[in-house]
């Protein structure tokens, strides 16, 4: 028997795991899936439709060090409305466009509060 792969569940760094929480469940569409704590959660899980991503403290000093974030690539059906769907959201930075690339995606990109990246993408 060979292995297989089944999932990936990538954890972004975040300050705060509270505020985090409150990006991806109210602005995103994200539910929450478990967390550590009810009250001052460390590490947590949220999901939305196929995918589940977890997010976990790092302390504030971490964030002094000028050092790149975690992207994550989300593969996305009805990519249209969901730009849409986060256009109302005031979650996109001034270079948020949905664009077909040159690689031949169609996609659009911006960062939760933490600075992690997150493309929202489908082949063309």
Known sequence: MKGYLHQIHPVLPVKDVV???????????????????????????????????????????????????????????????????FSEKDVFHAHTLLRETAWGTREFAFYDPFKNGLTFYRDV
Do not use: C
Request: hydrophobic share 40%; net charge negative.
């Open 19 to 85: 505020e985090a929480l409150d990006f991806y469940v109210n602005r995103l569409g994200f539910k929450i899936a478990f967390a550590d704590d009810s009250k001052k959660p460390s590490y947590a899980g949220i999901i939305r439709d196929g995918i589940e991503i977890h997010l976990q403290w790092h302390d504030a000093v971490e964030w002094e060090k000028d050092i790149e974030r975690p992207m994550l690539r989300i593969v996305t059906q009805n990519i249209d409305a969901l730009y849409e769907e």
